[in-house]
């Protein structure tokens, strides 16, 4: 059993910033890859940043330049900094983690439960 728990968010104003922080836990063998991804209201759920066990990352065109993610493989968690945060940016966040069990060969994909992220104009 895998697990991801999120914390963080909340409400921002304009130009603030919020963190948001994950974690895995369970029976993990291997942590590929962890990331975020967001859905705002009335939207299809989309990509934010990911970062991958050797530590490259990748961002969407959207977030680059103001949110910074960052992971601690000996921990299994994931931190996305957002600075400089637009009213666009409000949205749900989830935590995402390509990880491969200890009970299976399948490597499979794995949700936190949402955190909600407010930024006011």
């Known amino acids: 059993q895998v697990q991801l728990a999120q914390s963080g968010g909340g409400l921002a104003q304009a130009g603030g910033s919020l963190r948001l922080s994950c974690a895995a836990s369970?029976?993990?063998?291997?942590?590929?890859?962890m990331g975020w991804y967001r859905q705002a209201p009335g939207n299809e759920r989309e990509f934010v940043a990911r970062?991958?066990?050797?530590?490259?990352?990748n961002y969407s065109d959207s977030v680059k330049g103001r949110f910074t993610i960052s992971g601690d493989n000996a921990k299994n968690t994931v931190s996305l900094q957002m600075n400089s945060l637009k009213p666009e940016d409000t949205a749900v966040y989830y935590c995402?983690?390509?990880?491969?069990?200890?009970?299976?060969?399948?490597?499979?994909?794995?949700w936190g439960q949402g955190t909600q992220v407010t930024v006011s104009s």
């Open positions: 995402t983690a390509e990880i491969r069990p200890m009970t299976t060969t399948v490597i499979t994909n794995y």
């Open positions: 970062i991958r066990s050797g530590g490259s990352t």
């Open positions: 369970g029976s993990i063998l291997r942590v590929n890859s």
